[in-house]
């Protein structure tokens, strides 16, 4: 008997989720040239469009269409401008609405939709993280609100960057609040798996609830949230200002409400996140507040800026498991070993989360030291 696929859809059905874009792609080859994986293992991209173009998706099979982290760099290499991260949105929504969808996500996705954050944590526990350092509440006289992301809200580990920022915060004299269990996820990783459904329900939550509030400018630590509620909002009614911490940091530089006073004599390279740096062209705020520190030696990754390596936790696949021989995360630990770096800086929890776990599994804990820009800062200020 024959089983019928979901995944083959006509062609037209994926433009209509959203990937227009496959029109457009005339199979030269070069997505799959740029493509991360293929440092880690074989995968055409080109063949997942191709295939998508005539409606056999499918045939590749689950794994490639969840594959791809959004990092960016096939599209800004791609001849035809075609927006490839569309093309794997538009495929991997129409197998989440015929439940094809990888297991981790599924449980990833309903505590999401139930409690407003990927970590099976209760909402009401989403603002302890700032619990007695006398952090106010939000309110429409406040001028910034600060959203650290779900991970530095709940994540343990990552915890540490949303308390370095808010010290830095206070330092500067910011006026800000948080919102803590009024808010729910932003939605970026939900939208890019494909839940388009439970992205929008996330995306208005959360705009009725900034606008009920008054939020007009808001900072965020993650450069997922960044791009979310900066170019998808928007969208939706969603209007706010939004500023990635290391953008708050370089201007509070120039106005002279911060100064790096303490040496920090440590050989550090700096990663750049896909969303901060390919995907926003943010490079030069975050090596700017680094070069600003004494005794800071800067030294580059082999694969920086442009040409950085994404770390792998992407388009929803920060919740997905990577085979350890396959994480990108893996790489750039051993290039910052071999420029000769006792620290890399990070501008994304998602990276963190990520290094840390490397360092973990290739048992070189201790080799490196894994710290948010915002650490660094707080320490020399």
């Not at 490639?64 to 093309?87: F, M, N």
Request: with cysteine; glycine share 8%; proline share 4%.
């Amino acid at each position: 008997m024959d089983v019928v696929n979901p995944f083959a859809e006509a062609t037209e059905t994926i433009i209509e989720a959203g990937g227009e874009a496959l029109k457009t792609c005339y199979q030269c080859g070069l997505c799959s040239a740029t493509c991360p994986w293929n440092l880690v293992r074989t995968f055409l991209v080109r063949k997942v469009i191709h295939q998508a173009q005539v409606g056999l998706l499918v045939e590749l099979g689950d794994e490639e269409v969840w594959l791809c982290a959004s990092c960016k760099a096939c599209v800004d290499r791609c001849p035809r401008g075609v927006e490839i991260i569309d093309i794997f949105r538009a495929a991997r929504r129409i197998g989440a609405q015929f439940g094809a969808f990888p297991k981790s996500l599924k449980t990833v996705m309903s505590d999401v939709r139930s409690q407003g954050n990927p970590w099976s944590e209760a909402r009401d526990k989403r603002g302890e993280w700032a619990k007695d350092l006398g952090v106010k509440t939000f309110t429409p006289e406040t001028e910034f609100l600060y959203a650290p992301c779900c991970t530095p809200a709940y994540d343990r580990k990552a915890r540490r960057i949303a308390l370095a920022t808010v010290e830095i915060l206070k330092k500067a004299r910011i006026d800000f609040g948080i919102l803590g269990a009024e808010e729910s996820c932003c939605g970026e990783s939900v939208r890019k798996v494909g839940r388009e459904d439970l992205f929008q329900n996330l995306c208005q939550s959360n705009i009725q609830t900034y606008t009920k509030h008054g939020v007009k400018k808001i900072i965020v630590s993650s450069p997922h949230c960044y791009h979310t509620f900066k170019e998808e909002y928007p969208e939706f009614g969603g209007n706010f200002e939004v500023v990635h911490f290391t953008q708050l940091l370089s201007q509070l530089l120039d106005q002279g409400r911060i100064k790096p006073i303490k040496e920090y004599p440590k050989k550090v390279t700096y990663h750049d996140p896909c969303y901060l740096g390919r995907h926003h062209g943010i490079y030069e705020e975050p090596r700017k507040v680094l070069t600003s520190i004494p005794g800071l030696e800067l030294r580059e990754l082999p694969d920086a800026r442009e040409e950085s390596i994404c770390c792998g936790g992407g388009g929803g696949r920060i919740w997905m498991e990577t085979k350890k021989e396959e994480r990108f995360s893996d790489l750039r630990i051993e290039q910052a070993l071999e420029v000769g770096a006792e620290v890399i800086a990070l501008a994304c929890p998602y990276c963190m989360l990520n290094f840390d776990d490397s360092l973990l599994t290739m048992g070189k804990e201790g080799a490196l030291e894994i710290r948010d820009i915002a650490e660094i800062v707080k320490e020399v200020i």
